[in-house]
C-alpha cells in the first residue's frame, strides 16, 4: 500500500478532511485527522495494521502494546497480524501504567505502536513503561506520524504515512484571511 493509496483510503473515509479548522488547542488549520473514523471499520484496520505489519519483517516481537485509547485498536490488530500478544497501557493519575492483569516479562521484545503520533509525548510514556518492567523495546509503528521527524524513541519508528498538518495562530491564519470559508470545529454537523 502506497501513502497515495492510503490518503485516498483516508479521504474517502472522512477521516482527514479539508477546510477551514479550529482544532481544541485553539489553533486553526487547513486539514483535520481523525484517525478513530479509519479504525471503526475494523476490516480497514485489518488491512493498515497488516501492511504496517509487514514494515517490521526480520524484527522479533513477542508482545505488542499501545496507549489508551488511540494505541488500543492498533495494538490488538498489530497483535493479530503478527500473531503476539496484545496488551495497552492506560493513565492512572497521570501515569502511564499497566492494568487489568496486563504484564511484560523481563527481556521480552516489545513493539509499541499508536494510531497517531504528534508529539510522541503517551508513545514516550509507553517506552518509558516497558523499559521499567526489564523488557526490551525493538521498534515503534504507528499508522500516522505527524511528528515531521521530531518523535525520536530508541528504536526505529515505522508508519504507513507521514504527512505534515500546519496550524496557524488565529491572527495569522490565512483561510481567516482569504474570508472564503468560515472556520468551523470538527466534528460539527456541517462537516
Ligand atoms: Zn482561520
Do not use: N
Amino acid at each position: 500500500m502506497v501513502e497515495k493509496e492510503l490518503l485516498k483510503i483516508f479521504k474517502s473515509e472522512q477521516a482527514l478532511l479539508s477546510g477551514h479548522f479550529l482544532l481544541s488547542s485553539g489553533l486553526h488549520s487547513g486539514q483535520y485527522m481523525q484517525c478513530a473514523l479509519l479504525l471503526q471499520k475494523p476490516w480497514i484496520a485489518q488491512g493498515l495494521c497488516q501492511t504496517l505489519a509487514k514494515k517490521l519483517s526480520g524484527i522479533k516481537v513477542d508482545v505488542v502494546i499501545g496507549p489508551a485509547l488511540g494505541g488500543v485498536i492498533v495494538s490488538y490488530e498489530m497483535g493479530r497480524a503478527l500473531k503476539i500478544r496484545s496488551i495497552f497501557a492506560e493513565r492512572v493519575d497521570g501515569t502511564m501504567v499497566l492494568r487489568r492483569g496486563f504484564s511484560l516479562k523481563k527481556s521480552e521484545k516489545v513493539l509499541v505502536v499508536e494510531d497517531v503520533i504528534t508529539t510522541g509525548k503517551s508513545t514516550q510514556e509507553v517506552v518509558k513503561l516497558v523499559k521499567e518492567h526489564g523488557a526490551k523495546l525493538v521498534a515503534v509503528a504507528a499508522i500516522v506520524d505527524r511528528s515531521g521527524g521530531g518523535a525520536i524513541f530508541d528504536a526505529e519508528l515505522f508508519s504507513l504515512l507521514k504527512i505534515g498538518i500546519t496550524t496557524y495562530r488565529p491572527e495569522g491564519c490565512p483561510l481567516c484571511g482569504e474570508g472564503r470559508l468560515p472556520v468551523v470545529k470538527p466534528g460539527s454537523r456541517t462537516h
